[in-house]
């Protein structure tokens, strides 16, 4: 399993970004899948997950601001992110697990600032 993300960027506070994570192989048997996140000198932390049978948790943070998706057509995990706060500059990690595997992408940098 190989996961490539994208979508990262620069926005002003107050935009909005749309992470994607293609997910070589199909998705459907992956289990959970998640958006994690790590900013510079802070640990990596989730911020929304997603199970196989599409139950959804955030983080308090991102709470009614972000929204995660799968789409198993496209073997696509989507992170709908609206609100932006500076506070989000991270970079972005998607993960899915399969089995007692864990797999992560690449990470995509979102840079939220004026």
């Known amino acids: 399993v190989q996961l490539q993300a994208s979508g990262g960027g620069l926005v002003q506070p107050g935009g909005s970004l749309r992470l994607s994570c293609i997910v070589s192989g199909s998705i459907f048997s992956i289990n959970d899948m998640g958006w994690y996140r790590q900013a510079p000198g802070k640990q990596r932390e989730l911020v929304a997950g997603?199970?196989?049978?599409?139950?959804?948790n955030y983080a308090d943070a991102v709470k009614g601001r972000f929204t995660i998706a799968r789409d198993n057509a496209k073997s696509t995990l989507y992170l709908q992110m609206n609100s932006l706060k500076p506070e989000d500059t991270a970079v972005y990690y998607c993960?899915?697990?399969?089995?007692?595997?864990?797999?992560w992408g690449q990470g995509t940098l979102v840079t939220v600032s004026s």
């Open positions: 993960n899915a697990i399969l089995g007692a595997s864990s797999y």
């Open positions: 997603i199970t196989s049978g599409g139950s959804t």
